[in-house]
Protein backbone atom coordinates (compact mmCIF):
# COMPACT_ATOMS: atom_id res chain seq x y z
CA UNK A 1 0.00 0.00 0.00
CA UNK A 2 1.20 3.44 -0.63
CA UNK A 3 2.74 5.51 1.74
CA UNK A 4 0.21 8.06 3.33
CA UNK A 5 2.43 10.76 3.32
CA UNK A 6 3.74 10.39 -0.55
CA UNK A 7 0.09 10.54 -1.32
CA UNK A 8 -0.53 13.83 -0.16
CA UNK A 9 2.51 14.96 -2.81
CA UNK A 10 -0.32 14.17 -4.92
CA UNK A 11 -2.70 16.39 -3.60
CA UNK A 12 0.26 19.66 -3.13
CA UNK A 13 0.69 18.62 -6.82
CA UNK A 14 -2.86 19.14 -8.07
CA UNK A 15 -3.16 21.89 -5.37
CA UNK A 16 -0.35 23.45 -7.28
CA UNK A 17 -2.36 23.34 -10.57
CA UNK A 18 -5.60 24.64 -8.63
CA UNK A 19 -3.36 27.84 -8.21
CA UNK A 20 -2.18 28.41 -11.59
CA UNK A 21 -5.81 27.67 -12.44
CA UNK A 22 -7.53 30.51 -10.72
CA UNK A 23 -4.29 32.72 -11.53
CA UNK A 24 -5.16 31.95 -15.42
CA UNK A 25 -9.01 32.18 -15.21
CA UNK A 26 -8.57 35.97 -13.30
CA UNK A 27 -5.82 36.86 -16.08
CA UNK A 28 -7.90 36.06 -18.80
CA UNK A 29 -11.24 37.89 -17.72
CA UNK A 30 -10.08 40.66 -15.84
CA UNK A 31 -6.73 42.29 -17.35
CA UNK A 32 -6.87 45.45 -19.90
CA UNK A 33 -6.13 44.01 -22.90
CA UNK A 34 -3.43 46.80 -23.86
CA UNK A 35 -1.15 44.43 -21.19
CA UNK A 36 -1.81 41.33 -23.13
CA UNK A 37 1.42 41.72 -24.79
CA UNK A 38 5.31 41.68 -24.42
CA UNK A 39 7.72 38.97 -22.87
CA UNK A 40 6.35 39.20 -19.56
CA UNK A 41 2.62 38.44 -20.21
CA UNK A 42 4.35 36.20 -23.15
CA UNK A 43 6.11 34.42 -20.31
CA UNK A 44 2.92 34.00 -17.96
CA UNK A 45 0.96 32.02 -20.67
CA UNK A 46 4.08 29.26 -21.36
CA UNK A 47 3.53 28.83 -16.98
CA UNK A 48 -0.34 28.75 -17.72
CA UNK A 49 0.05 26.27 -20.86
CA UNK A 50 1.18 24.07 -17.78
CA UNK A 51 -2.12 23.48 -15.63
CA UNK A 52 -3.59 20.93 -18.61
CA UNK A 53 -0.97 19.01 -18.29
CA UNK A 54 -0.84 19.03 -14.65
CA UNK A 55 -4.39 18.15 -14.03
CA UNK A 56 -4.58 15.73 -16.42
CA UNK A 57 -1.19 13.87 -15.25
CA UNK A 58 -1.77 13.68 -11.78
CA UNK A 59 -5.30 12.66 -12.48
CA UNK A 60 -4.05 9.70 -14.13
CA UNK A 61 -1.37 9.32 -11.42
CA UNK A 62 -4.14 9.09 -8.40
CA UNK A 63 -6.64 6.58 -10.55
CA UNK A 64 -3.73 4.49 -10.50
CA UNK A 65 -3.01 4.58 -7.16
CA UNK A 66 -6.16 4.05 -6.15
CA UNK A 67 -6.83 1.56 -7.99
CA UNK A 68 -3.72 -0.67 -7.22
CA UNK A 69 -4.96 -0.85 -3.30
CA UNK A 70 -8.18 -2.41 -4.88
CA UNK A 71 -7.47 -4.10 -7.89
CA UNK A 72 -10.31 -6.18 -8.18
CA UNK A 73 -12.95 -4.23 -7.00
CA UNK A 74 -13.03 -1.94 -10.28
CA UNK A 75 -13.20 -5.10 -12.44
CA UNK A 76 -16.54 -6.06 -11.38
CA UNK A 77 -19.60 -4.23 -10.56
CA UNK A 78 -19.82 -2.94 -7.03
CA UNK A 79 -19.61 -0.08 -5.05
CA UNK A 80 -16.23 1.20 -6.06
CA UNK A 81 -16.57 1.15 -9.59
CA UNK A 82 -20.25 2.13 -9.18
CA UNK A 83 -18.64 5.31 -6.95
CA UNK A 84 -16.08 5.79 -9.88
CA UNK A 85 -18.61 5.56 -12.56
CA UNK A 86 -20.49 8.14 -10.79
CA UNK A 87 -17.81 10.95 -10.40
CA UNK A 88 -16.85 10.20 -14.13
CA UNK A 89 -20.10 11.39 -15.20
CA UNK A 90 -20.47 14.06 -12.85
CA UNK A 91 -17.74 15.48 -14.17
CA UNK A 92 -19.01 15.41 -17.89
CA UNK A 93 -22.67 16.80 -16.99
CA UNK A 94 -20.80 19.60 -15.19
CA UNK A 95 -19.00 20.85 -18.04
CA UNK A 96 -21.67 21.19 -19.94
CA UNK A 97 -24.15 22.41 -17.57
CA UNK A 98 -21.19 25.33 -16.85
CA UNK A 99 -21.55 25.88 -20.40
CA UNK A 100 -25.63 26.11 -20.68
CA UNK A 101 -27.28 29.68 -22.21
CA UNK A 102 -29.58 29.34 -19.74
CA UNK A 103 -31.54 27.56 -16.62
CA UNK A 104 -34.40 26.05 -18.35
CA UNK A 105 -34.65 23.41 -20.98
CA UNK A 106 -37.43 24.73 -22.83
CA UNK A 107 -35.63 27.88 -23.34
CA UNK A 108 -32.28 26.03 -24.69
CA UNK A 109 -33.77 24.29 -26.87
CA UNK A 110 -36.29 27.32 -28.32
CA UNK A 111 -33.94 30.72 -28.05
CA UNK A 112 -30.30 29.50 -28.27
CA UNK A 113 -28.62 31.07 -30.75
CA UNK A 114 -26.12 28.60 -33.46
CA UNK A 115 -23.52 30.42 -31.28
CA UNK A 116 -24.83 29.71 -27.88
CA UNK A 117 -24.91 25.71 -29.20
CA UNK A 118 -21.33 25.48 -30.12
CA UNK A 119 -20.74 26.74 -26.84
CA UNK A 120 -22.42 24.28 -25.12
CA UNK A 121 -20.79 21.71 -27.46
CA UNK A 122 -17.27 22.25 -26.49
CA UNK A 123 -15.58 19.75 -24.86
CA UNK A 124 -14.04 21.93 -21.92
CA UNK A 125 -11.35 20.31 -19.50
CA UNK A 126 -14.29 18.48 -17.20
CA UNK A 127 -15.46 16.35 -20.10
CA UNK A 128 -11.98 15.76 -21.30
CA UNK A 129 -10.77 14.34 -17.99
CA UNK A 130 -14.41 12.29 -17.72
CA UNK A 131 -14.29 10.89 -20.96
CA UNK A 132 -10.47 9.54 -20.36
CA UNK A 133 -11.29 8.44 -17.13
CA UNK A 134 -14.13 6.75 -18.57
CA UNK A 135 -11.94 5.24 -21.38
CA UNK A 136 -9.32 4.53 -18.74
CA UNK A 137 -11.65 2.32 -16.99
CA UNK A 138 -12.15 0.61 -19.85
CA UNK A 139 -8.29 -0.22 -20.68
CA UNK A 140 -8.79 -1.57 -16.90
CA UNK A 141 -11.39 -4.16 -18.08
CA UNK A 142 -9.30 -5.11 -21.66
CA UNK A 143 -5.77 -5.93 -19.63
CA UNK A 144 -7.61 -6.81 -16.27
CA UNK A 145 -3.99 -7.41 -14.70
CA UNK A 146 -1.49 -4.92 -13.75
CA UNK A 147 1.79 -5.27 -15.64
CA UNK A 148 -0.17 -5.56 -18.72
CA UNK A 149 -2.63 -2.62 -18.18
CA UNK A 150 0.25 -0.70 -17.26
CA UNK A 151 2.19 -1.47 -20.86
CA UNK A 152 -1.43 -0.71 -22.44
CA UNK A 153 -1.53 2.72 -21.21
CA UNK A 154 1.58 3.54 -22.25
CA UNK A 155 1.19 2.87 -25.00
CA UNK A 156 -1.84 4.23 -26.25
CA UNK A 157 -0.85 7.18 -24.52
CA UNK A 158 2.14 7.72 -26.53
CA UNK A 159 -0.19 6.76 -29.73
CA UNK A 160 -2.63 9.46 -28.84
CA UNK A 161 0.21 12.00 -28.85
CA UNK A 162 1.99 10.85 -32.14
CA UNK A 163 -1.12 10.98 -34.23
CA UNK A 164 -2.63 14.54 -32.98
CA UNK A 165 -1.16 16.34 -35.43
CA UNK A 166 -2.83 13.56 -38.43
CA UNK A 167 -5.68 13.96 -36.42
CA UNK A 168 -6.17 17.71 -36.11
CA UNK A 169 -5.36 17.80 -39.97
CA UNK A 170 -8.76 16.20 -40.98
CA UNK A 171 -11.59 17.63 -41.12
CA UNK A 172 -14.16 15.39 -38.68
CA UNK A 173 -17.05 17.67 -38.84
CA UNK A 174 -17.96 16.04 -42.24
CA UNK A 175 -17.59 12.52 -40.56
CA UNK A 176 -19.23 12.98 -36.66
CA UNK A 177 -21.88 14.38 -35.38
CA UNK A 178 -21.49 18.15 -33.69
CA UNK A 179 -21.31 17.42 -30.08
CA UNK A 180 -18.44 14.30 -31.05
CA UNK A 181 -16.12 17.00 -33.16
CA UNK A 182 -15.06 19.22 -30.14
CA UNK A 183 -13.75 15.85 -28.25
CA UNK A 184 -11.22 15.25 -31.71
CA UNK A 185 -9.39 18.37 -32.41
CA UNK A 186 -9.33 21.93 -31.34
CA UNK A 187 -11.88 23.64 -33.59
CA UNK A 188 -15.28 24.02 -32.64
CA UNK A 189 -14.39 26.50 -29.48
CA UNK A 190 -12.53 23.53 -28.12
CA UNK A 191 -9.09 23.59 -26.19
CA UNK A 192 -9.00 20.69 -24.44
CA UNK A 193 -10.03 17.64 -27.28
CA UNK A 194 -9.19 14.22 -26.29
CA UNK A 195 -6.40 14.62 -29.05
CA UNK A 196 -3.71 15.18 -27.24
CA UNK A 197 -5.30 15.14 -23.74
CA UNK A 198 -6.36 12.05 -22.93
CA UNK A 199 -2.39 10.95 -23.55
CA UNK A 200 -1.72 13.18 -20.99
CA UNK A 201 -3.69 11.07 -18.23
CA UNK A 202 -2.95 7.33 -19.83
CA UNK A 203 1.07 8.93 -19.75
CA UNK A 204 0.37 9.84 -16.05
CA UNK A 205 -1.41 6.43 -15.67
CA UNK A 206 1.48 4.78 -16.76
CA UNK A 207 3.67 6.72 -14.26
CA UNK A 208 1.32 5.77 -11.51
CA UNK A 209 1.75 1.89 -12.08
CA UNK A 210 5.66 2.27 -11.98
CA UNK A 211 5.59 4.16 -8.45
CA UNK A 212 3.37 1.89 -7.40
CA UNK A 213 5.26 -0.91 -8.18
CA UNK A 214 8.61 0.64 -6.57
CA UNK A 215 6.57 1.62 -3.46
CA UNK A 216 5.95 -1.67 -2.70
CA UNK A 217 9.13 -3.28 -4.15
CA UNK A 218 10.63 -0.57 -1.16
CA UNK A 219 12.58 1.03 -4.21
CA UNK A 220 11.07 4.81 -4.77
CA UNK A 221 14.36 6.38 -4.14
CA UNK A 222 15.19 4.37 -7.40
CA UNK A 223 12.28 5.45 -9.02
CA UNK A 224 12.84 8.98 -8.47
CA UNK A 225 16.16 8.97 -10.10
CA UNK A 226 14.75 7.06 -13.15
CA UNK A 227 11.65 9.64 -13.05
CA UNK A 228 14.13 12.32 -13.07
CA UNK A 229 16.72 11.20 -15.72
CA UNK A 230 13.87 10.69 -17.66
CA UNK A 231 12.39 13.78 -17.74
CA UNK A 232 15.72 15.61 -18.57
CA UNK A 233 15.75 12.90 -21.64
CA UNK A 234 12.83 13.60 -22.57
CA UNK A 235 13.18 17.20 -22.38
CA UNK A 236 16.40 17.59 -24.51
CA UNK A 237 15.24 15.12 -27.34
CA UNK A 238 11.77 17.43 -27.35
CA UNK A 239 13.82 20.14 -28.06
CA UNK A 240 16.00 18.76 -30.23
CA UNK A 241 13.09 17.23 -32.50
CA UNK A 242 11.57 20.90 -31.95
CA UNK A 243 14.66 22.43 -33.89
CA UNK A 244 14.97 19.56 -36.19
CA UNK A 245 14.98 20.98 -39.87
CA UNK A 246 12.54 18.41 -41.20
CA UNK A 247 8.88 17.99 -41.01
CA UNK A 248 7.29 14.93 -40.65
CA UNK A 249 3.72 15.81 -39.54
CA UNK A 250 1.16 17.48 -41.83
CA UNK A 251 1.17 21.20 -41.03
CA UNK A 252 -0.49 21.69 -37.43
CA UNK A 253 -0.21 24.14 -34.44
CA UNK A 254 3.24 23.14 -33.21
CA UNK A 255 2.60 24.21 -29.31
CA UNK A 256 -0.35 22.75 -28.73
CA UNK A 257 0.00 19.71 -31.07
CA UNK A 258 3.23 18.69 -31.90
CA UNK A 259 4.96 15.59 -29.77
CA UNK A 260 7.82 17.17 -29.29
CA UNK A 261 6.11 19.92 -27.28
CA UNK A 262 3.91 17.83 -25.42
CA UNK A 263 6.66 15.74 -24.56
CA UNK A 264 8.55 18.45 -23.27
CA UNK A 265 5.69 19.66 -21.18
CA UNK A 266 4.61 16.15 -19.19
CA UNK A 267 8.52 15.77 -18.59
CA UNK A 268 8.38 19.18 -16.94
CA UNK A 269 5.61 17.76 -15.08
CA UNK A 270 7.39 15.10 -14.17
CA UNK A 271 10.10 16.63 -12.76
CA UNK A 272 7.93 19.14 -10.54
CA UNK A 273 6.51 15.57 -9.19
CA UNK A 274 9.86 14.88 -8.52
CA UNK A 275 10.42 17.43 -6.57
CA UNK A 276 7.87 17.45 -4.46
CA UNK A 277 8.41 13.50 -3.90
CA UNK A 278 11.77 14.69 -2.73
CA UNK A 279 10.68 17.62 -0.82
CA UNK A 280 10.45 15.34 2.69
CA UNK A 281 9.59 18.93 4.84
CA UNK A 282 7.74 21.40 3.05
CA UNK A 283 6.29 24.24 4.89
CA UNK A 284 2.91 22.69 6.80
CA UNK A 285 0.87 25.48 6.57
CA UNK A 286 1.97 25.67 2.83
CA UNK A 287 1.05 21.98 2.37
CA UNK A 288 -2.24 21.83 4.58
CA UNK A 289 -3.60 24.94 2.29
CA UNK A 290 -2.33 23.37 -1.26
CA UNK A 291 -3.35 19.64 -0.26
CA UNK A 292 -6.72 21.33 0.52
CA UNK A 293 -7.02 23.09 -2.64
CA UNK A 294 -6.47 19.57 -4.41
CA UNK A 295 -8.68 17.25 -2.63
CA UNK A 296 -11.14 20.16 -3.78
CA UNK A 297 -10.41 20.71 -6.70
CA UNK A 298 -13.58 20.11 -8.54
CA UNK A 299 -15.48 22.19 -6.37
CA UNK A 300 -12.81 25.11 -6.55
CA UNK A 301 -12.99 24.90 -10.09
CA UNK A 302 -16.51 25.17 -10.60
CA UNK A 303 -17.32 27.67 -7.83
CA UNK A 304 -14.33 30.41 -9.60
CA UNK A 305 -15.71 29.78 -13.01
CA UNK A 306 -18.90 30.92 -11.64
CA UNK A 307 -17.91 33.38 -9.42
CA UNK A 308 -15.62 34.97 -12.71
CA UNK A 309 -17.31 34.35 -15.62
CA UNK A 310 -20.83 33.87 -14.29
CA UNK A 311 -23.66 31.03 -15.11
CA UNK A 312 -27.42 31.60 -16.16
CA UNK A 313 -28.30 32.23 -12.78
CA UNK A 314 -25.91 35.32 -11.94
CA UNK A 315 -23.72 37.62 -13.65
CA UNK A 316 -19.56 37.17 -12.99
CA UNK A 317 -16.88 39.61 -12.37
CA UNK A 318 -15.83 39.64 -16.32
CA UNK A 319 -19.56 40.80 -17.23
CA UNK A 320 -19.36 43.49 -14.22
CA UNK A 321 -15.99 44.66 -14.51
CA UNK A 322 -14.91 43.64 -18.29
CA UNK A 323 -11.55 43.13 -19.18
CA UNK A 324 -10.26 46.78 -17.70
CA UNK A 325 -8.27 46.26 -14.67
CA UNK A 326 -4.13 46.60 -14.57
CA UNK A 327 -1.84 44.18 -12.95
CA UNK A 328 -2.38 45.17 -9.42
CA UNK A 329 -5.81 44.66 -9.62
CA UNK A 330 -5.84 41.28 -11.17
CA UNK A 331 -3.44 39.98 -8.69
CA UNK A 332 -5.41 42.03 -5.97
CA UNK A 333 -8.40 40.02 -7.01
CA UNK A 334 -6.67 36.86 -7.60
CA UNK A 335 -5.64 36.65 -3.83
CA UNK A 336 -8.99 37.61 -2.57
CA UNK A 337 -10.12 34.81 -4.80
CA UNK A 338 -7.87 31.85 -3.48
CA UNK A 339 -8.37 32.91 0.14
CA UNK A 340 -12.23 32.73 -0.90
CA UNK A 341 -11.62 29.39 -2.08
CA UNK A 342 -9.40 28.41 0.65
CA UNK A 343 -12.38 29.00 2.30
CA UNK A 344 -15.09 27.36 0.90
CA UNK A 345 -12.73 23.96 0.23
CA UNK A 346 -12.29 24.12 4.40
CA UNK A 347 -16.14 24.74 4.97
CA UNK A 348 -17.17 21.85 2.36
CA UNK A 349 -14.66 19.17 3.88
CA UNK A 350 -16.34 20.29 7.40
CA UNK A 351 -19.77 19.55 6.33
CA UNK A 352 -19.01 16.58 4.04
CA UNK A 353 -17.38 14.72 7.43
CA UNK A 354 -20.68 15.77 9.39
CA UNK A 355 -22.71 12.41 9.08
CA UNK A 356 -21.62 11.51 5.46
CA UNK A 357 -24.61 9.30 4.52
CA UNK A 358 -26.37 12.34 5.64
CA UNK A 359 -24.53 14.69 2.96
CA UNK A 360 -24.85 12.29 0.22
CA UNK A 361 -28.39 12.16 0.20
CA UNK A 362 -28.24 15.96 0.47
CA UNK A 363 -26.30 16.37 -2.43
CA UNK A 364 -28.24 13.57 -4.34
CA UNK A 365 -31.73 15.91 -3.46
CA UNK A 366 -30.00 19.25 -4.19
CA UNK A 367 -29.04 17.84 -7.76
CA UNK A 368 -32.79 16.26 -8.61
CA UNK A 369 -34.12 19.73 -7.32
CA UNK A 370 -31.85 21.74 -9.75
CA UNK A 371 -32.65 19.30 -12.56
CA UNK A 372 -36.30 19.22 -12.07
CA UNK A 373 -36.11 23.26 -12.53
CA UNK A 374 -34.11 22.66 -15.48
CA UNK A 375 -36.79 20.47 -17.26
CA UNK A 376 -39.70 22.60 -15.44
CA UNK A 377 -38.86 26.45 -16.06
CA UNK A 378 -40.18 27.96 -18.99
CA UNK A 379 -37.33 30.27 -18.84
Known sequence: MVAPARVSQLDLLRGVAVVMMVLGHTVDALLAEPLRGGSVYWSYQLLRSMTAPLFLFTSGFVVMVATAKRWDAYLRLGPELGARLRRILLLILLGYALHLPFFSLRKTL????????????????????????????????????????????????????????????????????????????????????????????????????????????GRVAAWLRRLGLASVVAIVAGMIALSAPWRVFPEHDVWKANPASVAIRLALVALVLHGLFAWRRPPAALTAAATLLGRSSLFVYVLHLVLLYGSPLNQGLRSVVGATLPVGAVLGVFAALLVAMLGAAAGLERVERWRPPTWRRVQYGLAGAALALFVALPH
Not at 114 to 124: H, V, Y
Not at 136 to 148: E, H, I, N
Not at 158 to 176: E, I, Y
Open 110 to 217: THASPESFANLWQADVLQCIGVSLLLLQLTLLVARRPARHALLVAAAGALVVLVTPVVWSLDWGALLPRPVTPYVYDRDLTIFPLFPYLGHLFIGAAVGHSFVAAERA
